[in-house]
């Protein structure tokens, strides 16, 4: 359908529904259905099916370019629910509030926009775009069409924090009492809780094979480059290519950094600085790194260390003490010098409500931007094999052309933002 017809469909959004007490089907904490907020889910592979469930929501339509995915999912969610093979007329769908967006990276930029479009709040996988350009323009839509937005990694604001054995909260409130001093280093590696799975590496001798008859190949690739099909391309080996993510940084960056970002207060900014080691990366195939450093204008510096090569390292560090895995310090009485300390300023966590209320959710457009960005960041001078300088208010790569050249990266026809 053309874009006209795609905006002023995309208007509709009334429905039809039945209104029953809550009294009458399961007390007081019971939510009817017809008081739930609904989603569709645009994507129902592996991690797309373990959405479904998510509190606070009732799935009323799925999407998905695999007819196998779709039989999966039904399966799973139990219920009659819509289906769709193209995630457009889902959109159009006046049942559905919310776009869970579970696909490839390489869609999240342009379906996060088409939902906002269409009138949809949208929770969208992790890492929240393949490149800062489009991370840009999802920020601009979620400001132009007033829609609420929500990443999911959720780290910032609840769950233990990989090794840390403890949330993110005291590893914030640690750095606002300055006890640790300033700047700040972060290490992360195996030996502080991280691992950065560099199983998801590519293949750099795919021959052509037949596209099965249950996939939509062509849809599957939508913006990337086309390249002839071969299984390890997509469904959940996909990560290990550049057209659709950035391998074990890709997968695993936003959950290690969107916290860093937040305890750190790097909300509304970017490191200044990539280094990078690591073996020279194939053109199409994404591969390990050895050691990636990210650094801010005020020297805090954030270390990827792929080869877990400093197993001694504290997780964080400052000028007056340390932070290691666990959450033990070489600070003495560190539990009870916080203690005397503000805690943190409480944060929106409730899909649910942040719609509901229209507020920012905790880990919104405008900070995942940021997170993500890092990860760009750090894919771009993997990629490219050399250190590079960036602008955090222009968010462009400083006199390196080829480097903003993965800034802004073109699309394959008819796709675009």
Not at 149 to 161: D, E, I, P, Q
Not at 184 to 211: C, M, S, Y
Not at 333 to 340: A, I, N, R, V
């Amino acid at each position: 359908m053309d874009r006209r017809k795609f905006i002023k469909k995309g208007a509709v959004t009334a429905a039809a529904f039945t209104i029953i007490p809550a009294r009458v089907l399961g007390g007081k904490n019971y939510i009817a259905p017809s008081d739930q907020l609904t989603k569709g889910i645009i994507g129902v592979g592996t991690m797309g099916r373990g959405h479904a469930g998510y509190d606070g929501t009732r799935v009323t339509a799925i999407c998905d370019v695999d007819t196998n995915h779709l039989a999966l999912a039904k399966k799973a969610i139990g219920y009659p629910v819509k289906e769709y093979r193209d995630y457009r007329e889902l959109l159009l769908d006046p049942s559905v509030d919310i776009a869970h967006i579970v696909t490839p990276p390489h869609w999240h930029g342009i379906m996060s926009i088409d939902a906002a479009r269409a009138g949809k709040d949208v929770w969208c996988d992790k890492p929240m775009t393949r490149t800062i350009g489009e991370g840009i323009r999802v920020k601009e839509a979620m400001k132009q069409y007033g829609r609420i937005f929500r990443l999911n990694t959720w780290f910032r604001f609840r769950g233990n924090f990989y090794g840390m054995g403890t949330t993110v909260r005291p590893i914030k409130k640690l750095v606002d009492s300055g006890l640790l001093g300033w700047p700040l280093k972060v290490t992360i590696n195996a030996a502080t809780g991280f691992d950065w799975r560099f199983i998801w590496v590519g293949k750099t001798d795919l021959d052509v094979q037949p596209v099965p008859p249950e996939l939509d190949y062509d849809m599957w690739l939508g913006p990337a480059p086309f390249k002839p099909y071969h299984p390890h391309r997509v469904h959940d080996t996909f990560r290990g290519y550049w057209d659709y993510d950035g391998g074990g940084l890709g997968d695993m960056g936003q959950h290690y950094l969107d916290p860093v970002q937040y305890f750190l207060r790097k909300d509304d900014t970017s490191p200044i600085r990539v280094d990078v080691d690591a073996p020279q990366q194939h053109h199409d195939a994404a591969g390990t790194f050895r050691r990636i450093e990210l650094t801010y204008e005020d020297g805090c510096k954030v270390i990827l260390d792929g080869e877990n090569k400093d197993k001694n390292a504290a997780y964080l560090e400052g000028p007056d003490g340390k932070l290691f895995r666990g959450f033990q310090s070489d600070i003495p009485d560190l539990q009870k010098k916080l203690d005397s300390f503000p805690d943190p300023e409480p944060q929106v966590t409730d899909f649910s409500e942040a719609v509901r209320k229209r507020q920012k959710f905790a880990l919104n457009e405008e900070n995942g931007f940021r997170s993500c960005t890092m990860v760009n960041i750090a894919v771009t001078a993997l990629r490219l094999g050399r250190s590079l300088n960036f602008d955090p208010d222009k968010c462009e790569f400083v006199n390196d052309p080829a480097a903003n050249l993965l800034v802004n990266q073109p699309m394959r026809s008819p796709w675009r933002i």
